[in-house]
């Protein structure tokens, strides 16, 4: 079965602090890896995925099959990163998305 | 740009009570699914449909119904509201079933 994992419910960091969201997943096959932000009162969008191996707002992710990793980077975190985000899997579309817990990020100035 | 687009937004309903939440996307997406957000859960699939007439059972799918009879709408049905169907609940589409566009959610709170 598909699990994805985000280990931190709450992550508070400094402004212009480095900045790691933690995701592990467990899928025998080769997933689609996604990172989806919600900010305040608003509706999920997508951050990031893996096979677009691109940087959005400062934001990477890479994935690491050995470590069953994606983990979100950043190198400086800035306030309007303040907001809650989710690690999610697709075995290719043949599923719908598997949504890890969340991590609420905190960035205090 | 509406893209996908919820009605209502919010909600206050009685244990007991029927409601309908719509789902509208005007993107010609194949793939329609309905989750539920709450506290300390991640987002949970409630149900999800893969076509026009098609309907899937997701991770909770218990007290919940859901119709596609159109292509761009999917409806989702509680027939006897409980106060543990208070939640936030987010609809989202997509075209191969992968990267998924999701609506503004619904504030539901049973009472």
């Known amino acids: 079965a598909q699990r994805v994992t985000q280990p931190e419910k709450l992550l508070s960091v400094f402004k212009g602090a480095p900045v790691e969201l933690k995701c592990n997943y467990s899928?025998?096959?080769?997933?689609?890896l996604f990172w989806y932000v919600q900010y305040s009162r608003q509706r999920l969008q997508l951050l990031l995925r893996h096979i677009s191996r691109e940087s959005i707002k400062g934001f990477t992710a890479d994935l690491n099959k050995g470590e069953t990793s994606f983990h979100l980077k950043k190198p400086f975190a800035q306030e309007e990163d303040s907001a809650m985000y989710y690690c999610?899997?697709?075995?290719?579309?043949?599923?719908?998305?598997?949504f890890g817990k969340g991590t609420r990020l905190s960035v205090i100035a | 740009n509406a893209g996908v687009t919820q009605t209502p937004k919010f909600r206050v309903l009685k244990t007991g009570q029927s409601m309908t939440l719509l789902c509208a996307q005007d993107m010609n997406h194949e793939y329609m699914y309905w989750y539920r957000q709450d506290p300390g859960m991640g987002l949970r699939l409630i149900h999800y449909?893969?076509?026009?007439?098609?309907?899937a059972k997701g991770e909770v799918p218990d007290g919940y119904n859901v119709s596609r009879l159109k292509k761009q709408n999917f409806l989702l049905g509680l027939e006897s509201a409980a106060p543990s169907q208070t939640s936030v609940y987010f609809c989202?589409?997509?075209?191969?079933?992968?990267?998924?566009?999701f609506g503004q959610g619904t504030r539901l709170t049973v009472v």
């Open positions: 449909s893969v076509g026009e007439g098609t309907t």
């Open positions: 999610a899997l697709s075995d290719q579309g043949n599923t719908p998305l598997v």
């Open positions: 989202a589409s997509s075209s191969t079933g992968t990267r998924a566009f």
């Open positions: 899928y025998s096959g080769s997933p689609e």
